[in-house]
């Protein structure tokens, strides 16, 4: 696969389920983006949010935190915006649904620690659900979330995925530039 064509073939997905990818991660990021898990299509390729559909990429571009719309081959560019992201659960699957809650609240406990390593300014977490079950918040919204998570401020986002119908790619725009604002980094568009 080269980064810009990469297209897993059937089996490089069906091989993918319970992998992990690494994280793109540095010390004293502006924002820590956390997905639920990596899908299938994340796991062949080792980039976050890669499978086509996933509104992740505009959204951030949209909500002005990139200059331009990055392909997912290119998150490495992230830390030097001050960005960042992990997940939730490490283990790939086809939906996020397939995880169970008790790999929501492990990944919430590993997610304290690597930001209490990291020490990122914020953490948003792109998926209201995988929240409200690892944390244990049952009626957290999205927006700024009480409380901080190893001394960063915490955000609930939207999922980006294509399956979540209820977000157009502008209004995820306007989620993230929500956010972008809360956190005083300036507009990149």
């Known amino acids: 696969m080269t980064p810009r064509t990469a297209r897993p073939t059937r089996a490089e997905l069906a091989a993918a389920a319970d992998l992990t990818i690494p994280d793109v991660l540095a010390p004293g990021l502006a924002v820590l983006f956390v997905g639920i898990n990596p899908g299938l299509w994340s796991a062949a390729t080792g980039w976050h949010f890669a499978r086509p559909g996933n509104r992740f990429w505009p959204a951030l571009h949209r909500g002005g935190f990139t200059p331009r719309l990055l392909h997912p081959s290119e998150q490495d560019e992230l830390p030097a915006l001050g960005l960042g992201i992990t997940n939730m659960a490490a283990r790939a699957s086809a939906r996020a649904d397939e995880l169970s809650s008790e790999e929501l609240l492990d990944g919430a406990a590993i997610l304290t620690d690597k930001v209490d390593r990291y020490q990122p ?3 948003a977490v792109v998926g209201v659900t995988a929240y409200r079950i690892g944390f244990q918040r049952p009626k957290a919204t999205f927006g700024p979330q009480p409380g901080s ?39 990149r568009r």
């Open 121 to 123: 300014r914020w953490v």
């Open 149 to 187: 998570l190893a001394g960063a401020r915490l955000w609930v986002l939207p999922n980006p995925s294509g399956l979540n119908a209820h977000f157009t790619p502008v209004t995820l725009g306007v989620a993230f530039a929500e956010l972008r604002v809360a956190t005083g980094l300036p507009e």
